[in-house]
């Protein structure tokens, strides 16, 4: 039965039916699909004699493995090329639409699909990435699935769901300046914790949330995954229409008023029925650091680190396997904290709009001597947009490196890697042990603008000092 909620409707709208198991089998309206999750899918259903049931829904690109430096053809790496060679043959083989590098349209998948349109409100929507719940920001129901699930999805076009909860998630109020939406997000997982999601959807809303762009609504909805939610969205409004209209894949002509009304009867009633409401304030948030090993170990940036008799038991546990790894203590100030690289880019935070916003910070001074800093765009056409405004310029003549797109050090999975216990000021999503590329590296994660700060001065720094 539908509460009312923009989930409920959207999952209705897709159910094909309920199996034996109680599950719902959902159709899944856009596939997305890259180098990592997807060959073994495919070397199942070829095993199996079957064929990728709607290749037209299915839309590949390559972004994990590719470097960010030289991405010359064959790449270095050997394996990463293998990998790239597998995608295009598969694509190749089962006509499969695939934004490779050079194609213009290639970059971190959670980029590509909202720039292209393909991303759409009312929608399902799949990728074998943890950080799929990015495209609930226009109002769609997109999940991170395994292996096994994108096989499923390339063979039937369907996925096998246990329904969930819905949540809703309010943030009210004028968020403080040098407070961006990475702050936002950071701050509700630290308030409901990475597990306080489990099985629930999160519809993020409130006059904070309403007033967002497009772009500051992904950074908060690729994050619900770390918070343990299955899926995170924003009901569709005047701002995701304005985004989504001209580009490739929207709808044109009279499909395009019909659309709109359309992805307007999505959106959740006014008096929808949730499983559970929570409310912030935007004054009570601060620009947002993490000190440890989950997303919700997150300090305000001038805020001393939890002592542990503050914290219940479960959370103490973490905690001092926390300190210890990232050699913290309780107590301690994390402002000044000396860090090593300083990396910008990512699916959270690697769209035009964080680069303006790292690059007026940038503009203000020069990297600090030994810090290695760099920029990743998050796409091909970012790129090329933040190159039209001459954003790079700023970056290069401040000392930071100016790269190719791509995942880059947010999962390490190319050149681009921590060494020994280094520290890294991120605008990525995860600073789980060892996420970076070394075993014992060390992850601080922020708002891009907090990371051209602190590659600036060397060290965790306040924002607002800069502003
Ligand atoms: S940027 Fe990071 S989280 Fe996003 S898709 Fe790439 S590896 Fe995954």
Redesign the pocket.
Known sequence: MSRGTLFDKVWDAHTVGILPSGQTQLLIGLHLI?EVTSPQAFAMIRERGLRVLMPERTVATV??IVPTEDQGRPFVDSLAEAMIQALEHNCDEFGIRFYNVGSGKQG???VIAPEQGLTQPGMTIACG???TSTHGAFGAIAFGIGTSQVRDILASQTLALDKLKVRRVEVNGTLRPGVFAKDVILYIIQKLGVNGGVGYAYEYAGSTVAAMSMEERMTVC?MSIEGGARCGYINPDETTYAYLQGRPFAPKGNEWEAAVQWWRSMASDADAQYDDVVVFDAADIAPTVTWGITPAQSVAVDAQLPDLEALNEADKAIAIEAYRYMKLNPGQALLGTKVDVCFI????N?RISDLREAAAIAKKGKVATGIKAFVVPGSEAVKREAEAEGLHEIFLAAGFEWREPG??M??A?NPDKLVGDQISASS???NFKGRQGSSSGRTLLMSPAMVAAAALRGTVTDVRELL
Request: a negative charge; one cysteine or more.
């Open positions: 890259h972004d994990h971190i998948v959670h990435d943890s950080h690729n880019g990512s699916c959270t690697g995942c880059s947010c999962l999975m990525s999503n995860r």
